[in-house]
């Protein structure tokens, strides 16, 4: 399959128009070969617009000429006519002279002015193109702009979710204690929906000292699980979402611990002190 270029859509109003040279022809023609919606497309409408320009032409009256041209012939034959009975019989002068049919040229259409039908393609291909060119931009606008409504959609029912998780009837709420001083520790409250297994932690007051993280901590029968690294914002608030906090028969708690930057290197187990803990209430 050939990649289509630009060149290939004037190929095409050269070949609707009747005015392609062999080279190009074939050069297009492999190219549809291999399969172009874009030319294919653009091959229709640039047929579909030479009608009405072939409808647009004025009519063109006969030469004055014509008629001078075919009254010589006329009178040329009826002088061949009488010469060839000039020497006739007597008594075949009486009888009346044969009449002869003489066919007159037929009266066909002027041709149209090359240069004015040149022109007028010439006309149509440029407008037709860029209408073409048009179209296919406000398509490719209007694409984007589905896309965007959906993903804004998708968003939309994503927010009514997390949101809805604290009206969850059965939702159960933590709300983590410091265990050791020495730092200054953020406020945390934890929301977990058994039904969805989902989870809110929401912190307030959120200061990480130089050169350390915040590392979030669901506690399960076998040993705590990370959550991942919390960074606030500059007003120190931060909200981690988690889509799966685990199962409701198993998960009793969340916890915070200090770590070094970037987080506890085991994910099974905190590297640096935890600061805070919480057991979930029904």
């Not at 604290?166 to 039904?195: I, K």
């Not at 070094?260 to 029904?282: C, H, I, M």
């Amino acid at each position: 399959m050939s990649v289509h270029r630009e060149e290939h859509l004037d190929l095409c109003a050269a070949r609707v128009l009747g005015s392609i040279d062999e080279a190009d022809r074939l050069e297009l023609e492999r190219h549809l070969a291999g399969g172009c919606a874009e030319c294919e497309r653009a091959l229709a409408e640039l047929g579909r617009g030479l009608e009405p320009l072939a409808a647009s032409a004025p009519a063109v009256a006969p030469p004055p000429a014509l008629r001078a041209a075919v009254l010589e012939r006329v009178r040329a034959e009826a002088a061949a006519t009488q010469r060839r009975h000039a020497g006739a019989r007597a008594d075949d002068a009486d009888r009346p002279a044969p009449r002869r049919v003489i066919e007159l040229p037929g009266r066909g259409r002027a041709a149209w002015p090359t240069w004015a039908l040149a022109i007028a393609a010439a006309v149509l291909a440029v407008s037709a193109i860029a209408s073409w060119r048009a179209a296919e931009q406000l398509r490719g606008e209007l694409r984007g702009a589905r896309e965007r409504l959906a993903r804004a959609e998708l968003d939309l029912a994503a927010e009514r979710a997390w949101a809805a998780l604290a009206a969850s009837p059965g939702a159960r709420v933590a709300e983590l204690a410091p265990v050791t001083g020495g730092v200054s520790l953020p406020r945390v409250r934890a929301t977990y929906d058994p039904a969805s297994r989902r989870a809110v932690i929401a912190f307030e007051g959120l200061v990480t000292p130089a050169g350390s993280d915040f590392e979030l901590w669901a506690i399960l029968p076998d040993g705590p699980k990370s959550l991942g690294v919390v960074r606030a914002d500059a007003s120190g608030r931060a909200e981690v979402r988690v889509a799966d906090a685990g199962d409701p028969a198993a998960l009793s708690a969340f916890a915070l611990s200090l770590e070094r930057e970037g987080g506890s290197g085991d994910p099974r187990k905190p590297g640096g002190p935890v600061v805070l803990a919480g057991a979930l209430k029904s």
